[in-house]
């Protein structure tokens, strides 16, 4: 039996603060942690399938023409060479997230350098290696294809525009105003473990192990582009090493280790070279972002645009959503927003972490330091004073938002109050500054099921598709099942990450938490009640602890009240009415120390702090591990992290870990994180809201805003490497 729970209105009942085993919101390790840091967690391409060969993809050579395989026939009779296969399902480009079918396919055309167009399976891998490295791939008819976004012929985006009174008029008779251009690059999701498949057929019925973040959409994307029944087709995936957005889609290793399974009669795995998950995964696409901001005297903003250009490759729809917080995080009546999306061949664009908020309210943020300086008040206060009452551009009511406490706490918090005048403070060669940026992300609720499982045994099961990027999905299922069903956490056993479990949201958009979380609550919600109906009493007369039921001054264990039998409930949410009622976000507040080299430029984070505030927190720890991860992200992005594209044909010129720069240990200080407590009743039944992309969205800014009042050059060319940051001083 289902039971099925559509979000129409605010869900006032807050069990879960009720619950006697006190589970939710606890700070407990993640129950496959020992698997994880001891090496025995299998994932994607660690699986040993008897019989398995090996795939190693081929890249195109150039951006544009037909592809010849020139010397295929001697390719295929090297040593160990079982197929050298170009096939016309294979995938130019992985599937956006959420997208539900297969991408463009077609290796015949190259559409950007390093796209993969073919696969060469051998019995070893180092075979497949040198025989796919072997393989001449020439480009027929090639033309010269626009690869530079600024010159790059543009589609404006019609449905990302606004215009909500007059602007040009709100700066001219602005007290104060900026009108300012920053551009950022293109970012590499740079997970640890590569992109990597398995394939296996038993006759028509195909397995995939795989490293993929939402397996619903992942299974349909994959029976689309190889023409074959979703049910006809399973994936496996119990653990990702990270994915970042990467992961979200079907991507072209899936569909070659597929076809080429087919085609030997064996299993074959297909993992991407490090090179290649820079080359033809999902970047995020680059930015140029124009901000104007006109306030009165007192500091309130009476205008506020904000214009943006992003990239892809023609044919695809994403472009980067760089506007979403600008709608709604500041007060302002006059407003203006418009994005082109420039056709470059280059590599797709896509969903890297926090995509939109990461780089948009980064700037935004920027730009409202600029304005702080300008009319010489706070930044803190300037924020302050431009929260909306309400969003200023539909009207409706905020959810739930402790913006003003997160900027206060963690003003408090980090000691604020002793912020340096510009250029101010020094010790011996380092200048020393602070800065500070808001947080903001948008929140939303996906379609999801789980199915609960109470054994005779009084064990706890609990089966979803939804997986564990490394968020701490395991752990939080399991507290809220136990909760609910007043279990420790050791009793409950829950398994992710295979397409035969009940559909899931999936890993992605800060979602995955709450989504799949409130069918796990809404199954266990369920098997209440039908304990509660073999016991004849109300369901809210029945409290369960340890493994025991009360009830009307009795007690009775719950493999007494089973007798034999097993409970079995399917929970499924849908979003509803909630999701365009009010306006739904989450919010928080960094602020960080930075250090600049007075003869280099060099600048060093010394400390950072976040406050952040998104509803019930499900599990302190891992919630806080992911805002760290989301202020490293941020350090990244201020200080290190570039795709460099060669101008003359759009290849990406520092694809490996070596020259694509994400912070290292000794670039990250002690990161501190406070979580506000929140409740809010219009987003789930849990109370919950996404917080995984939260802690990256506008960190950067409060790096570059220490390092302008360190030093008082502004960078607005991310990242502000120290050739930046030296020819300003």
């Given at each position: 039996m289902t039971e099925q729970f559509k979000m129409d209105a605010p869900a006032t009942a807050r069990r879960l603060d009720e619950m006697a085993q006190g589970l939710v919101g606890a700070p407990l390790d993640r129950p496959e942690g020992p698997l994880k840091v001891t090496g025995t967690a299998t994932y994607a391409n660690e699986w040993q399938v008897e019989g398995m060969v090996h795939g190693v993809m081929v890249r195109a050579p150039g951006n544009s023409g037909r592809v010849v395989l020139a010397n295929r026939d001697d390719v295929?009779?090297?040593?160990?060479?079982?197929?050298?296969?170009?096939?016309e399902r294979l995938l130019r480009n992985p599937a956006q997230g959420t997208a539900n079918k297969a991408p463009i396919q077609g290796p015949d055309h190259a559409s950007y350098l390093g796209q993969l167009i073919a696969v060469?399976?051998?019995?070893?891998?180092?075979q497949a290696r040198h025989a796919a490295q072997s393989l001449k791939v020439e480009l027929e008819n090639g033309e010269v294809m626009p690869v530079d976004p600024a010159t790059a012929a543009v589609e404006p985006q019609e449905a990302k525009t606004l215009d909500q009174g007059d602007l040009d008029g709100a700066m001219q008779e602005a007290a104060f105003s900026v009108d300012v251009t920053y551009t950022t690059p293109s970012h590499s999701s740079s997970p640890m473990e590569p992109h990597a498949s398995i394939a296996s057929w038993d006759g028509d019925d195909l397995t995939l192990r795989g490293s993929y973040q939402m397996l619903k959409y992942n299974r349909n994307e994959l029976s689309d582009a190889l023409g074959i029944h979703p049910d006809r087709l399973r994936i496996l995936s119990p653990y990702v090493g990270g994915g970042f957005g990467s992961k979200l889609g079907i991507a072209p290793e899936a569909v070659a280790a597929a076809i080429a399974a087919k085609e030997v009669g064996r299993p074959v795995s297909v993992a991407l070279q490090r090179p290649q998950v820079y080359e033809a995964t999902m970047r995020r696409s680059e930015t140029t972002q124009r901000l104007r901001l006109a306030a009165d005297a007192e500091g309130k903003l009476t205008g506020l645009g904000h214009d943006a250009r992003v990239s892809n490759l023609p044919g695809e729809?994403?472009?980067?959503?760089?506007?979403?917080a600008s709608h709604f995080l500041y007060a302002g009546a006059n407003r203006k927003m418009s994005m082109d999306l420039a056709r470059v061949h280059r590599l797709c664009a896509g969903s890297v972490r926090a995509p939109g908020e990461a780089v948009g309210v980064t700037v935004f943020e920027g730009a409202m330091d600029e304005l702080a300086d300008k009319i010489g008040m706070d930044p803190v206060e300037l924020r302050r004073r431009n929260i909306p009452e309400k969003d200023p551009e539909s009207g409706k009511d905020f959810s739930s938002r402790r913006f003003r406490e997160a900027l206060d706490s963690g003003a408090e918090t980090f000691g604020w109050a002793d912020r340096p005048g510009i250029k101010e403070r020094r010790e011996g060669e380092w200048l020393i500054g602070y800065g500070m940026a808001s947080a903001a992300r948008i929140n939303v609720l996906m379609e999801s099921q789980a199915r609960v499982t109470l054994m005779p045994d009084g064990r706890l099961r609990v089966e979803t598709d939804m997986t564990d990027i490394g968020t701490g999905t395991y752990a939080i299922l399991g507290q809220i099942a136990g909760d609910m069903m007043g279990l420790p956490r050791d009793a409950v056993d829950v398994v992710l990450g295979d397409t035969t479990l009940p559909p899931a949201s999936g890993s992605g958009g800060s979602w995955g938490a709450s989504s799949s979380g409130t069918s796990v609550y809404l199954a266990c919600e369920a098997i209440r009640n039908q304990l509660a109906e073999r016991l004849e009493v109300d369901e809210n007369d029945l409290t369960l602890k340890d493994g025991m039921a009360t009830f009307d001054n009795q007690t009775r264990s719950l493999s007494e009240i089973l007798n034999g039998d097993e409970l079995a409930k399917l929970g499924h949410v849908l979003p509803g009415d909630t999701s365009e009622a009010v306006r739904q976000a989450t919010f928080g507040a960094y602020f960080a120390e930075v250090a600049v080299h007075a003869a280099s430029g060099e600048t060093r984070v010394?400390?950072?702090?976040?406050?952040?505030?998104?509803?019930?927190i499900l599990n302190a720890k891992t919630a806080r591990s992911q805002c760290l991860g989301g202020m490293t992200f941020g350090i990244g992005i201020a200080l290190t992290e570039e795709l460099a594209f060669d101008p003359r044909d759009g290849h990406v010129a520092?694809?490996?870990?070596?020259?694509?720069?994400?912070?290292?240990?000794?670039?990250?200080?002690?990161?501190?994180?406070?979580?506000?407590?929140?409740?809010?009743?219009?987003?789930?039944?849990?109370?919950?809201?996404?917080?995984?992309?939260?802690?990256?969205?506008?960190?950067?800014?409060?790096i570059t805003n220490a390092i302008y009042n360190a030093t008082g050059v502004r960078v607005r060319d991310y990242p502000a490497t120290l050739d930046k940051v030296i020819a300003g001083m």
């Amino acid at each position: 039996m289902t039971e099925q729970f559509k979000m129409d209105a605010p869900a006032t009942a807050r069990r879960l603060d009720e619950m006697a085993q006190g589970l939710v919101g606890a700070p407990l390790d993640r129950p496959e942690g020992p698997l994880k840091v001891t090496g025995t967690a299998t994932y994607a391409n660690e699986w040993q399938v008897e019989g398995m060969v090996h795939g190693v993809m081929v890249r195109a050579p150039g951006n544009s023409g037909r592809v010849v395989l020139a010397n295929r026939d001697d390719v295929a009779k090297m040593p160990g060479v079982l197929a050298v296969i170009q096939d016309e399902r294979l995938l130019r480009n992985p599937a956006q997230g959420t997208a539900n079918k297969a991408p463009i396919q077609g290796p015949d055309h190259a559409s950007y350098l390093g796209q993969l167009i073919a696969v060469v399976v051998a019995e070893g891998f180092e075979q497949a290696r040198h025989a796919a490295q072997s393989l001449k791939v020439e480009l027929e008819n090639g033309e010269v294809m626009p690869v530079d976004p600024a010159t790059a012929a543009v589609e404006p985006q019609e449905a990302k525009t606004l215009d909500q009174g007059d602007l040009d008029g709100a700066m001219q008779e602005a007290a104060f105003s900026v009108d300012v251009t920053y551009t950022t690059p293109s970012h590499s999701s740079s997970p640890m473990e590569p992109h990597a498949s398995i394939a296996s057929w038993d006759g028509d019925d195909l397995t995939l192990r795989g490293s993929y973040q939402m397996l619903k959409y992942n299974r349909n994307e994959l029976s689309d582009a190889l023409g074959i029944h979703p049910d006809r087709l399973r994936i496996l995936s119990p653990y990702v090493g990270g994915g970042f957005g990467s992961k979200l889609g079907i991507a072209p290793e899936a569909v070659a280790a597929a076809i080429a399974a087919k085609e030997v009669g064996r299993p074959v795995s297909v993992a991407l070279q490090r090179p290649q998950v820079y080359e033809a995964t999902m970047r995020r696409s680059e930015t140029t972002q124009r901000l104007r901001l006109a306030a009165d005297a007192e500091g309130k903003l009476t205008g506020l645009g904000h214009d943006a250009r992003v990239s892809n490759l023609p044919g695809e729809t994403f472009a980067e959503p760089v506007l979403q917080a600008s709608h709604f995080l500041y007060a302002g009546a006059n407003r203006k927003m418009s994005m082109d999306l420039a056709r470059v061949h280059r590599l797709c664009a896509g969903s890297v972490r926090a995509p939109g908020e990461a780089v948009g309210v980064t700037v935004f943020e920027g730009a409202m330091d600029e304005l702080a300086d300008k009319i010489g008040m706070d930044p803190v206060e300037l924020r302050r004073r431009n929260i909306p009452e309400k969003d200023p551009e539909s009207g409706k009511d905020f959810s739930s938002r402790r913006f003003r406490e997160a900027l206060d706490s963690g003003a408090e918090t980090f000691g604020w109050a002793d912020r340096p005048g510009i250029k101010e403070r020094r010790e011996g060669e380092w200048l020393i500054g602070y800065g500070m940026a808001s947080a903001a992300r948008i929140n939303v609720l996906m379609e999801s099921q789980a199915r609960v499982t109470l054994m005779p045994d009084g064990r706890l099961r609990v089966e979803t598709d939804m997986t564990d990027i490394g968020t701490g999905t395991y752990a939080i299922l399991g507290q809220i099942a136990g909760d609910m069903m007043g279990l420790p956490r050791d009793a409950v056993d829950v398994v992710l990450g295979d397409t035969t479990l009940p559909p899931a949201s999936g890993s992605g958009g800060s979602w995955g938490a709450s989504s799949s979380g409130t069918s796990v609550y809404l199954a266990c919600e369920a098997i209440r009640n039908q304990l509660a109906e073999r016991l004849e009493v109300d369901e809210n007369d029945l409290t369960l602890k340890d493994g025991m039921a009360t009830f009307d001054n009795q007690t009775r264990s719950l493999s007494e009240i089973l007798n034999g039998d097993e409970l079995a409930k399917l929970g499924h949410v849908l979003p509803g009415d909630t999701s365009e009622a009010v306006r739904q976000a989450t919010f928080g507040a960094y602020f960080a120390e930075v250090a600049v080299h007075a003869a280099s430029g060099e600048t060093r984070v010394r400390r950072m702090h976040g406050t952040f505030a998104a509803g019930r927190i499900l599990n302190a720890k891992t919630a806080r591990s992911q805002c760290l991860g989301g202020m490293t992200f941020g350090i990244g992005i201020a200080l290190t992290e570039e795709l460099a594209f060669d101008p003359r044909d759009g290849h990406v010129a520092n694809h490996n870990l070596a020259e694509y720069h994400i912070p290292v240990n000794a670039d990250v200080p002690q990161l501190t994180v406070d979580l506000l407590e929140e409740r809010d009743d219009w987003a789930n039944p849990l109370q919950a809201k996404g917080i995984g992309e939260l802690g990256i969205c506008g960190a950067a800014a409060a790096i570059t805003n220490a390092i302008y009042n360190a030093t008082g050059v502004r960078v607005r060319d991310y990242p502000a490497t120290l050739d930046k940051v030296i020819a300003g001083m």
